[in-house]
């Protein structure tokens, strides 16, 4: 159940009232458990621990209601989660063994179909696109998993998770954007990104 159960954030952003944040500099984060390092756009708010705690039990809510199955996110962890408006950066490992976990692309496979009836679940007049492809953040390929979401014909956002099986974790990168501006911010978010 955990390889899904990174995903549980952004579901929950996604359904909840998000909040701008005041003007500041941009900041350079380090995530040692994967040598990532990104620099955040002044417009983002990093989330505290415990907003982050509040955000993935509302996502852990609404995938068992939507699933009708429980999960464990007890393993999950928040590397960074930041918000501008109702936009979304986060990014989580989970531990991940396939000699226990299985093929991780199966996982993956199964991850994609239960966010997808998720949102059909919790957004039941929207029209809900998917496709899935490759995309490269620092010198890494991840699994990309592209969510458009239209209601009355009018894009509302478009939310995509990159997976990765990475350093023994199952590391996830999800982001929402409900504007052409964001979307560039956060592209050069992943850009000047790297790995060491």
């Keep these: 159940m955990n390889t899904f159960s990174r995903n549980l954030s952004f579901i929950s952003i996604m359904l909840m009232a998000g909040c701008s944040s ?4 941009s900041k350079t984060y380090t995530m040692k458990e994967v040598g990532w390092t ?5 417009e983002f708010k990093v989330a505290d621990s415990a907003k982050i705690a509040a955000q993935t039990e509302e996502g852990v809510k609404a995938i068992e209601k939507s699933n009708d199955l429980k999960v ?5 962890k928040t590397l960074i989660n930041a918000s501008k408006g109702h936009n979304t950066f986060n990014a989580t490992i989970t531990p991940f063994d396939t000699t226990k976990d299985g093929d991780f692309a199966t996982a993956i496979q199964a991850a994609k ?4 009836k998720t949102f059909l679940d919790q957004m039941p007049t929207a ?7 490759t995309g490269t953040v620092g010198a890494l390929e991840f699994d990309q998993f592209h969510i458009n979401v239209k209601v009355e014909d009018k894009t509302v956002f478009n939310m995509y998770m990159l997976s990765k099986l990475y350093k023994g974790y199952d590391f996830g990168i999800t982001y929402l954007y409900m504007d052409d501006t964001t979307k560039r911010q956060i592209d050069g978010i992943l850009d000047s990104s790297q790995f060491q």
């Design 22 to 25: 005041p003007h500041q500099e």
């Design 38 to 42: 990104i620099t955040v756009p002044p």
């Design 72 to 76: 464990d996110a007890s393993t999950t």
């Design 113 to 116: 179909e239960i966010i997808y």
């Design 127 to 133: 029209k809900v696109d998917t496709n899935s492809s």
